[in-house]
């Protein structure tokens, strides 16, 4: 709960600046690449954990997280640059809406849902991947660091290369496919899986998908909220990012049971559940893309042809003049 309670907000405020700070155009690879840095923390975190306290104690690991922590404060505070202009008198922060106004809006709550269906459709899989790996599939336990380490390259690589690919192709196409993919890596892994395929390629497919799906529809829900409430929206969302992960991964618990044999019974039911909430994904994706792009388009138009912008011809304008 601690850790939620600044890690939380940490996350969210660290997305709220990079899409404050970097142009639509170049958001995608700016997201990209910092999402990447989850998976490097994901590849290397256990592993370096488990090292630090056999040579200290299991307290150790904390300890130096704490470190990193304050790290992390001073290079904060000596690299990033201040993001205040809106607490200036007629700042954004003055035209900022509260919590109920926010949520009452359609684009708002659509992004929800669709946060909602992504986090869902993905954990109700990923917490019962190990247990299935070994219980079913026989894999060594040994070994299970293989696939770890396989799959977060894969995935850091990925989401590096996805962000440009969203600049330029939309969040709807790019998504899609990394919609269709995961429901195919989890159709072949969890319900009909072939003994010839190595688990390993299936594991790096699997997150390579993931990959793209999570670059497109983080890009995408970016462009949600105006500036004056972007923290609070993508506040707002990392707690529903969360709750549905929850969610997620307490409905597999009672899906999933112990069959005599010791093998995971009910993984193919899982797996059925996670494709059918990823087929609003697509839905999803193109509804708010197609409704943000429209908002900033009318925007785009409605600024004065001074600032260098196309502005809207009133009734009376004669466009042959």
Known sequence: ??????????????LSIIADLIPVERRGRALGAVMASFSVASVLGVPLAL???????????????????LVVVVAALWLLPPVRGHLKPGGSASRAVGVAELLSRADVQLSYLMTALVM????????????YLQQNLGYPRDHLWIIYFAGGIVSFVTLRLTGPLVDRFGSFRVG???????????????V???????IPALFMVFMLAMGVRNVAYNTLTSRVPDNPVRARFMSLQSATQHMASALGAFLSSRLLVDLPD?????????????????????????????RVRSREQA???????AQGMAAPLSPQANPHA
């Open 120 to 131: 869902m459709s993905g954990f109700i899989v990923i917490p019962n991947i190990s247990a």
């Open 51 to 69: 090292k630090v306290a056999e040579l200290g104690t299991w307290r150790t690991p904390f300890f130096v997280v704490a470190a990193l922590g």
């Open 1 to 14: 709960m601690c850790a939620g309670l600044f890690g939380g907000p940490a996350t969210a405020l660290s």
């Open 176 to 190: 899609t496919v990394g919609v269709v993919l995961a429901a195919l890596a989890t159709y072949v892994g969890f």
């Open 262 to 290: 010791g093998t995971l019974g009910g993984m193919d039911t899982i797996a059925w559940v996670s494709i059918g909430l990823s087929v609003g994904v697509p839905v999803m994706l193109w509804v708010v893309e197609g």
């Open 299 to 305: 925007r785009a138009l409605a600024v004065p042809p």
């Open 192 to 198: 009909h899986y072939p003994a010839w395929l190595p």
